[in-house]
């Protein structure tokens, strides 16, 4: 007994050992990349993998969508390389939207570990770059070959030696070659920094492979979950939420049905595709509903391929979350981020009092493409061209025994890049970035607060923007009897409204106004604590009626 409580301990220490590994590679990835969504945000994931492909431990640093999805995608490397072409030295690559994470901006890059000669796992990481050509990152395109450079599952370097053809051909087509070009380098260097802080453990702890290590995982995430699982109600449970989509309003229906060793989340009931690039493919919309589950059930284990093991997801192939190639999938994220919330609605029936009510969502991701003035107009130094993305959160809502964070990025977990770094990169001013006063719901437990970013083009500039916004028309719902968040609102400086979604322009001497729509409230507002309603009317986090 007291060897087997040895070793046991050893493992839990390699264990803790190699989440380290995985933090430095992806911590590599934010150090050495180009894009401000990786090097600011941690637009990104990091994981190891064995043999099989499965995921035995991801880097905290990186979002839901790129994590949970980047789990399913390495399964799709092994299988198209083909086993008996992988060697030693390699790197494979691919931004395939239905056999990586979702659209073609992310681009997943996948490395062999070999140790004394023979393969014992897989790297793997991905991080969204600025450009793709095509469209560029908006919803506009009514196909996938119109959204950009599509790369399937590939080998960036066979042997060490790098593909130069495939680097000319992707430098040749993004408009911003210098920083896209750079961030595959940089994932390629993420996963053998990886590698090597993974051989390091290996040495030290006397390891030929991962294997072991992985089953002593495995079993006891497997274990664990069963049974969290097994502690929920059995039967099924509904929600319907709707949400703005494109020209028309969005349906996401999911029934959650458990069965003691497993639970089924179905979509059956969704609206169907768009013609424009809101679709979501199943690889994102699964990741983001087993994030939800997992966040409500089993929030203390680790997320690994076992823990991950017992949640099914399905939705019929004529449904926006399950879209079918080639439809157009640039913003997967939008659809993708509100999946989370139609999850929790239905979790809020299985168990009542444990998930919060509804919030912002969906990143309100914005991508300037920033051009100088022509003719008389000009800048005298010719001024600069420049694509600029920027992260921006709403509210989220409340939970049932505290307030909602404001301007947080639930569920996508990504920073925003900061006012400084984005000015730097293009010529844009920012003149505010605050919190919007009154957007919360009011509750027993208020909503959190969205924010307001007002952004202008430097002088003798314009600017073309895309929008990917919701939660305007339909705004975020409060639970138990709190009221509804504030919705959100896209104008210019002078009141002129402009549209949620879609490439739009703003002139030059103009300024673009974001109003982040808040998060909803839970509970009735009667039922406020006296002194917390009191400072939310002097704070400005509600307004009097």
Known sequence: MSSLKLSDVHLQIMWNRLISVVEEQALTLIRTAFSTSVRESGDLSAGVFNRAGEMIAQAVTGTPGHVNA????VGHFIRDIGV???YEGDVYITNDPWKGTGHLHDFTVVSPSFRSGELIGYLACTAHVV????????????ELYEEGIFIPIMKFAERGKVNRDLINIVRNNVRENDQVVGDLYSLAACNEIGHRRLMEMMDEFQLMDLEGLAEFIFTRSYDATIECLKQLPQGKFDNLMRVDGYDSPIDIAVSLETRGDHIIADFTGTSGPSPKGINCPLIYSAAYACYAIKCAIAPEIPNNFASLKPFKIVAPTDC???????????????????VPDA????IHKMLPGVVPAEGAGALWNLHISARP?????????GGQRAEVLLFNSGGMGARPQLDGPSATAFPSGVQSMSIEATEHV??????????????GGAGQYRGGLGQVVEISPKAGHELYFNAMFDRVKNAPRGREGGEDGAPGKVHLDDGTLLAAKGRQHVPAGRRLILELPGGGG?????????????????????TPN
């Open 373 to 381: 003035l022509q003719g008389r107009a000009a800048p005298a130094d």
């Open 84 to 86: 008996e072409q992988i």
């Open 320 to 338: 926006i979350l399950n879209a079918q190639r080639p439809a157009p999938v640039s913003v997967r994220h939008v659809l993708g981020h509100l």
């Open 426 to 439: 293009g010529p844009v001013i920012f003149w505010r970035k605050e919190l919007r006063n009154g957007s």
């Open 343 to 346: 999850v929790l609605g239905a």
């Open 131 to 142: 450009d793709v050509g095509g469209r560029g990152f908006g919803p506009d395109a009514n």
């Open 522 to 542: 839970y509970g009735p507002a009667s039922a406020r604590d006296p002194e917390l309603a009191k400072m939310d009317l002097e704070y400005d986090y509600l």
């Open 70 to 73: 980047m789990a399913e995608a």
